[in-house]
Every structure is written in C-alpha cells, then in structure tokens.
C-alpha cells in the first residue's frame, strides 16, 4: 500500500525568505510524486510532478522539488517565499507499475507574513 | 481552455434529502474522477472514470452514492440519502492521458455539500 506523510500541519515564513514543505512517501516499487497546491475556495491546481530522471524538479510559480530516493522524501522548496504563496499544499504519489491511484497527503497550510 | 466545471458550487440540505453535483471535464480528456475533501484532509479517490467505463469505484459508499458518466463526457455524482457525515467538499478532476499515463489531474472548483 502507498501512503504519503505531510509532518508538518502549518509552515510559517516571512516574504523573501525560502520556504520549504515536507514530503516523505511509501511504496512498493518506484513512485511518481506529485506537488499541487489549493487556494481557498478553490480546487486543486498542479505545482510539478517527478516521474524519472533528475532528481530535481521545477515547476510553476517559481517552485522547485527533490527527489531523494534514499530519504524517501519529496520536498518542496522555494528560494524566495512570496504573501501569495500562502496557500494549502498536497503532496501526492502513485505507483508506477500498473494504474495505481493517486494517494494524497494530509496538506500542509503555508503562511507567508510580509 | 476552459477547466473543469464543478457545480452547484455551494449546497445545502437536511439530513436524508437527496443531492447530485454535475461535473464537466476538460474537452478531450478522457479520466474523470470525483474525490472527496474533508476539512484539514486531502482528497480520496471515490471513482475514476476511463471515458463511461468505472474503473475504480472500490471507495465509492454504494449504499447512499451513485455516479454515472453516460456518453463519457460529463458526470453526475449522487447521494442519497444524504448523512449528516457526507458534509465535506466534493471534487472533479479530470486528465487526458490513460490510466498508465502519470498525467496531472485538473481539477475544478468543487462542491461544498453541508448536511444539516
């Protein structure tokens, strides 16, 4: 079975800082790993997706990810927190052999004070 | 491109009525899902659908939810009779790629579902 862990409930940071959301994954074979993030009242949109090769992976709106297969973790990152970045952020994962379903991690509320 | 159209974005019911929430995927996609988000949680799979055909209802309550997907375009979502725990917010997404595709979902705005 695959499982996803957000540890962390809520991230505060102040604007211009780096932020960072943590993700770590189980699952029995090679994982594709997911960031979306929610703003609210809104659905879910996507940030970026791993799904092979370099380990680091950039996305939307400035973000970036590694992926670390000995750590098991998926963290997101940015170098420079915007007020605009706050928002709910998922972390998800899907197995690659076969259709697995996506499998959602609790989010973690990030809150960027100017 | 228009995205996925959820509606009524907000609805609300006494316990035991009936409730159905519509959604519209992306033109050409192909997978449809409904999702299921509590407050502080993330979304779980109900049913995914590949063009009218479920696939994975395995999370679907079949006892009070229903869902159908005729032409293998839009979606309907059914309850019934609503439960007092089925508040929550009801999500669509869709994606253009097969099952074995590690597409990214595209969802809509949702459906806000308060029991009373």
Known sequence: AQSVAQPEDQVNVAEGNPLTVKCTYSVSGNPYLFWYVQYPNRGLQFLLKYITGDNLVKGSYGFEAEFNKSQTSFHLKKPSALVSDSALYFCAVRETNGWGKLQFGAGTQVVVTP | ?116
């Open chain 2, 1 to 116: 491109e228009a995205g996925v159209v959820q509606s009524p974005r907000y609805k609300i019911i006494e316990k035991k009525q009936p409730v159905a929430f519509w959604c519209n995927p992306i033109s050409g996609h192909n997978t449809l899902y409904w999702y299921l988000q509590n407050l502080g949680q993330g979304p779980e799979l109900l049913i995914r659908y590949e063009n009218e055909e479920a696939v994975d209802d395995s999370q679907l309550p079949k006892d009070r939810f229903s869902a159908e997907r005729l032409k293998g375009v839009d979606s309907t979502l059914k309850i019934q009779p609503a439960e007092l725990g089925d508040s929550a917010v009801y999500l669509c997404a869709s994606s253009h790629l097969a099952g074995g595709e590690p597409g990214e979902l595209f969802f809509g705005e949702g459906s806000r579902l308060t029991v009373l």
